[in-house]
């Protein structure tokens, strides 16, 4: 199944709900390989490029899966690298999402440094426009979201039904610690995003992403100084 209608969604939100009861003790690769063989072409994973172990284990469910990137044009250098050497050396399509306005359109309407001013109108164009825009395609997405990333994420399902896409929201890696994701990455030889090593525990937009101090949670370098936890991905 592949972009269902307005008139499947009951079906699909009551599909996830079970799989969220039934796959809650599932390895994050038994939950992607269900995922792929219930949604086949409908199924995708996103990817900021922070790191690719949510891509790498998709790719093992499903050579060939769609990983959907948002470039929002305010990308470090090294995650464009990083989404570049996923794309060559992992049994995955890249599909490249861009907004509407390019940088210099946004400045030219709105003025410059629009994520300074205003940074939810930013993501909103720039992010979560995007997103609905590419998602269209699919009925299922898969995310890299963790329980313990932030309280905000804290009760996150490994199957749940994004009401606002009207999808099934796939987070398989919800219950992993940071401690499984370097066990992972190990183990697997994963690419990471360079600045993970550099004092970044999240990676986002350049201009809005600073390194974590001592004790402070991974998202607290997005958004410093402001009440903004979240771009509006993931609610």
Not at 56 to 65: E, K, N, T, Y
Not at 77 to 83: K, L, Q, S, Y
Not at 171 to 198: F, K
């Amino acid at each position: 199944m592949k972009g269902a209608d307005t008139g499947g969604s009951t079906e699909l939100r009551l599909l996830a709900e079970r799989a969220g009861r039934d796959l809650e003790d599932a390895s994050a690769l038994e939950i992607l390989r269900w995922a792929a063989d219930t949604f086949g072409e409908g199924f995708c994973v996103t990817s900021s490029m922070e790191d690719a172990v949510v891509v790498h284990l998709a790719s093992r469910a499903r050579p060939g899966v769609d990983v959907v990137f948002l470039d929002t044009g305010y990308h470090f250098p090294e995650t464009m690298g990083t989404r570049d050497a996923v794309e060559a050396v992992m049994d995955v399509h890249v599909i490249t999402l861009t907004p509407r306005r390019t940088v210099a359109e946004q400045d030219a309407e709105f003025g410059p440094q629009l994520h300074d001013r205003d940074p939810d109108r930013c993501c909103a164009m720039r992010k979560v426009q995007p997103l609905e825009e590419g998602l269209t395609a699919y009925d299922a997405w898969a995310t890299g979201l963790r329980r313990d990333e932030s309280e905000t994420r804290a009760n996150t399902p490994v199957v749940g039904w994004d009401e606002k896409r009207r999808k099934v929201k796939i987070s398989p890696i919800a219950r992993w610690t940071q401690a499984d994701v370097d066990a992972y990455v190990a183990e697997h030889g994963v690419l990471t995003n360079p600045l993970l090593a550099d004092g970044y525990a999240s990676v986002g937009c350049a201009p809005c992403t600073r390194r974590v101090l001592p004790g402070e949670d991974a998202r607290a370098g997005r958004w410093a100084g402001r009440s903004k936890t979240e771009c509006g991905l993931h609610g």
